[in-house]
């Protein structure tokens, strides 16, 4: 994912930046090899099953607080299963997953970015960034998963950006293939699977959603205005994983439970103009 065009060009002109970027990096790699591989381990091994590597690698992701990018994560896990998909001399069972993969691609890709984006804790609705790692397990299609770990922590020094919080995300993700897996699974269990996935991830965002509405007069405008365009892209991301589901054969998410505090539905009396227009955004998208 890299880092942000500011983050970028400070770090091309001042070395120690680079530096500072750099002991950041480390810290947190140091932290989550072990838990990654010890949580994509007990996966095969408590349910027996063999596994095969289809592809892995990290990604890293620097950017400042108030700055907040869904589409330069999305192009960097699309790119991701691309290269799977498209890469290497696979033999044998390995070549057996990635020929099963194939035609679940947009399914993979748009449900990796929607469970990233869910482990980044873009539905929170506090703005205070801690250290924060989640480890998840995605079935694809039958006998894929899509290993996912995603940590995040937040720095800051007086002399870089006037003490603005720098954010370090960082991915480490495996697909693998188990054959035994396969046998295991139906592909219309496996697509039920990512349904109740993204409905899960809908709901939170939902109670996120609740949160701006309820808060739209009182809420610092700076808050509401990232938290709407948090929701907003999520929402379209989750919207896509759940047409690529159902365009792969399984069914749709049936339609959320819309606004629970009707009073919502009225808009506060002198609303100014740009609260407003979140609001109605909100409350659209809500329904």
Not at 138 to 151: Q, R, S, Y
Request: charged share 25%.
């Amino acid at each position: 994912m890299g880092k942000t065009q500011s983050i970028e060009r400070e770090a091309q002109s001042n070395q120690n930046f680079q530096n500072y970027l750099e002991s950041l990096h480390k810290q947190l790699e140091d932290k989550t090899n072990t838990d990654f591989e010890k949580n994509r381990k007990s996966f095969y091994d408590k349910n027996g099953y063999d596994c095969h590597t289809l592809g892995t690698s990290m990604k890293w992701d620097f950017r400042q607080q108030n700055s907040f990018e869904p589409a330069r994560i999305k192009d960097s896990v699309e790119t991701a299963v691309k290269s799977i998909l498209g890469g290497g001399s696979v033999t044998g069972a390995a070549a057996k997953g990635i020929s099963m993969l194939a035609g679940y691609e947009s399914v993979a890709t748009s449900v990796g970015v929607s469970v990233v984006l869910a482990a980044m804790n873009i539905c929170s609705t506090s703005m205070k960034i801690t250290y924060n790692e989640q480890y998840t397990d995605a079935p694809i299609c039958p006998g894929v998963t899509l290993h996912i770990l995603t940590f995040s922590d937040s720095f800051q020094r007086v002399e870089y950006f006037d003490n603005q919080t720098i954010i370090e995300t960082g991915i480490r993700y495996e697909l693998c293939f188990s054959e035994k897996k396969a046998r295991a699974e139906a592909t219309m269990a496996n697509m039920i699977s990512l349904v109740e996935i993204i409905r899960k991830y809908n709901q939170a965002l939902l109670k996120l959603e609740t949160y701006i509405a309820e808060g739209i007069m009182t809420l610092p405008f700076w808050e509401i205005d990232e938290l709407n365009e948090r929701s907003k892209r999520y929402r379209e991301m989750l919207n896509r994983a759940n047409a690529e589901i159902a365009k792969a054969g399984g069914p749709t998410a049936n339609k959320l439970p819309g606004i629970e505090n009707r009073a919502l539905l009225k808009v506060p009396a002198e609303l100014p103009p740009d609260r407003l227009a979140i609001y109605q955004d909100v409350l659209q998208r809500m329904q």
